[in-house]
């Protein structure tokens, strides 16, 4: 079994641990996001995380929090075998000989190519993710189109191609390879400094499961932490109508979210991504460590 097959099936196998650990936590964040700023003397939809949760289990049950999951379900795949494999490629390049370790700089230098080639699936994946976990939060603004009601990830996909053309659902590239370059960059390379911190020196082979964890949950944090106010406004953007928009772009995004609501708005759903990055992350990568030893 060549490494790419290897890369490709062990990062599914990670990929949808992700996933399913991930998403409700990932629906709360993109709710919070996206909500309209609330005018002068009114409240917000959601006064925070828990509201949030709370406001969606009543009105659309257990099933509102995995709402969107089914995009990035059917993709994690092609997804993670982009990721994997351009980083499994690119780790190549700098290795000496087969099997040989990398410095912890490389597996950053890994980070980053991956995540500029994994944003070109990521885009209109995370569109439709987003137009359906934000419709509801969104209804009660006539001014933003994704108040219609979308009968699931194809739907979205339909509406958007239909009104906008296949380059609809790219909307929002550049903030997400604005989020995928560094953010990858920065995962690898937390990832691959902790395991080696552990295992003293850069044979990180033996490790167990434990660290595997620890290293993963970190990571994942760690990626928030670097990108955050880049994934808001790519939320906002990708929510946005599309005949009418609020925002012309990124950085006209981030000069109406500072003036409505200060540095606080570009981090909107942070408590939800920080919980959510522990978990989540840490099942991706204990599962993509397992499978893929597995294949020897």
């Known amino acids: 079994m060549g490494d790419v097959a290897k890369d490709l099936a062990a990062g599914t196998a990670g990929g ?3 996933l399913i650990c991930g998403h409700p936590f990932d629906t709360i964040k993109v709710k919070l996001q996206s909500q309209p700023a609330p005018l002068s003397g009114q409240l917000p939809k959601y006064s925070g995380a828990m509201d949030a949760v709370r406001q969606t289990l009543a009105s659309e049950g257990s099933r509102g929090l995995y709402k969107g999951m089914g995009a990035p379900l059917a993709t994690v795949a092609a997804l993670n075998a982009v990721l994997f494999s351009v980083r499994g490629q690119l780790e190549s390049f700098f290795r000496p000989y087969p099997g040989a370790s990398l410095e912890v700089k490389q597996q950053v230098v890994c980070g980053a190519g991956a995540g500029a080639a994994v944003s070109l699936l990521a885009c209109p994946t995370e569109l ?14 006539s001014s933003v189109g994704v108040a219609v009601k979308y009968g699931g990830p194809m739907d979205v996909a339909k509406h958007v191609v239909q009104s906008n053309g296949v380059k609809g659902l790219f909307k ?8 995928e370059v560094p953010g990858n960059a920065v995962v690898f390379g937390v990832y691959e400094m902790i395991k080696q911190h552990f295992a003293g020196g850069r044979d990180t082979s033996n490790l167990g499961r434990e660290v595997l964890i620890l290293a993963g949950g970190v990571s994942g944090a760690a990626f928030w932490l670097a990108v955050y106010p880049t994934d808001v406004i790519k939320s906002v953007i990708q929510v946005d109508d599309f ?4 925002f012309s772009g990124s950085i006209d995004a981030f000069r109406k979210i500072m003036a409505s609501e200060g540095v606080k708005g570009l981090y909107k759903g942070f408590g939800p991504a920080i919980v959510r990055s522990a978990p989540a992350n840490a099942a991706c990568f204990l599962v993509y460590e397992i499978t893929r030893s597995s294949f020897g």
Request: net charge positive.
């Open 16 to 18: 949808a641990a992700q």
């Open 128 to 141: 439709i993710k987003c137009r359906l976990q934000a419709q509801s939060a969104l209804a009660a603004s």
């Open 243 to 246: 005949k009418n928009p609020k």
């Open 172 to 179: 929002g590239l550049a903030p997400t390879m604005a989020r």
